[in-house]
């Protein structure tokens, strides 16, 4: 069995309370022109440096599958949970949008658009998963050259597209190995830096540095453009964009580089973080239920930004936790979480 990396467990803990801050931020964004100006501010530096965790995730799986020989059981036992995870909880939140947050979804779309937004990120994972054996034995049998061929190939494809969606347009044809969305894509640079990671010559200040620009573009670009047509604007955010890109690879680079790539916590701290590891896929499902409590009670302009982002993300990772750790208690609850 293979040793727990402990910056791979630092990159996941990290990202799933993320994820959280890009939902509780993005709820306050999207209240531009209601709320005060310095909230609008603090709410996009928020969302802006939280874009890095759905990047990571991916990365994370391709840090850790990609490369590695496994028997088909084993593909078909991991799509198998993350499809059972899919159904149970888009019943789960069409009935809670339905009878308690009074909003309508057509169940005839279900195979085009989540029950529940965050959602989606089952219905990239499962296709991923369906393509991860061959994946898997593409990168055991290529060597450095090849490797960093397929990347700037790769990369190229992903800039093409990016480009043609600003432009209002696509490709004709996508590169099959990538397709026409960047996740696949994601999936490979966490396998390129985690396997190169000590001999890609950037140091860590650069890595920082590379971080943090891409996220300045990426905040100046949505505030330039939020402003200019008077209405929060996503596009730059979104996981495609070259500045995001950047930024989620240079962070997963630094934290892949913490303490010489051989972070290990002691025994207190690596129960803690083994424990928010494991529940984690379960806090990123459940946690909506409690945003979206608080949504349907409290507009963004009825408390402070300043006050209710930061609180947000503390209560709603607790109760969050909490809830997926009991749930975990049981059988079921551990098959779909």
């Given at each position: ?36 100006d ?22 994370i ?23 059972l ?44 998963y ?5 994946l898997?034995?593409m ?18 494809a ?12 696509e ?28 001999k890609?010559?950037l ?35 979104t ?14 680079l ?84």
């Amino acid at each position: 069995m293979r040793e727990k990396d402990y910056n791979l467990e630092l990159v996941r803990m990290a990202s799933f309370v993320l994820v959280i801050a890009i939902h509780v931020s993005n709820y306050f964004c999207r209240a531009y022109g209601e709320i005060p100006d310095g909230e609008y501010l603090f709410s996009l530096a928020v969302d802006t440096f939280a874009r890095v965790s759905v990047p990571c995730f991916f990365m994370i799986s391709g840090a850790l599958l990609l490369g590695r020989d496994e028997p088909l059981e084993k593909h078909w036992k991991r799509i198998r949970r993350f499809f059972l995870a899919l159904v149970v909880w888009s019943v789960i939140y069409y009935l809670w949008n339905t009878f308690y947050m009074k909003s309508d979804f057509d169940l005839r779309k279900i195979f085009y658009v989540p029950a529940e937004a965050h959602l989606w990120y089952l219905y990239a994972m499962i296709p991923i998963y369906l393509a991860l054996p061959f994946l898997q034995v593409m990168c055991r049998h290529m060597g450095p050259k090849l490797e960093k061929a397929f990347l700037i190939i790769a990369t190229c494809a992903v800039l093409a597209n990016d480009l043609l969606w600003l432009l209002g347009g696509e490709l004709y044809y996508d590169l099959p190995l990538v397709g026409d969305r960047v996740y696949a894509y994601y999936l490979y640079i966490g396998y390129y830096l985690y396997k190169y990671r000590d001999k890609i010559r950037l140091s860590q200040r650069s890595a920082a540095l590379l971080c943090l620009g891409g996220m300045a573009v990426s905040f100046g670009a949505t505030l330039a453009v939020t402003v200019w047509r008077g209405d929060h604007y996503e596009g730059a955010l979104t996981y495609g964009m070259p500045f995001v890109v950047l930024s989620g690879a240079a962070f997963f680079l630094y934290m892949l580089r913490v303490k010489g790539g051989h972070f290990q916590p002691k025994e207190r701290a690596r129960r803690v973080i083994d424990l928010f590891g494991g529940l984690s896929f379960g806090i990123y499902l459940i946690h909506i239920l409690f945003l979206d409590n608080y949504k349907k009670h409290m507009e963004p302009s009825a408390l402070s930004a300043w006050i209710a982002v930061p609180g947000l993300i503390v209560t709603i990772t607790a109760v969050s936790f909490a809830c997926v750790y009991v749930i975990r208690l049981t059988k079921v609850g551990r098959k779909i979480t």
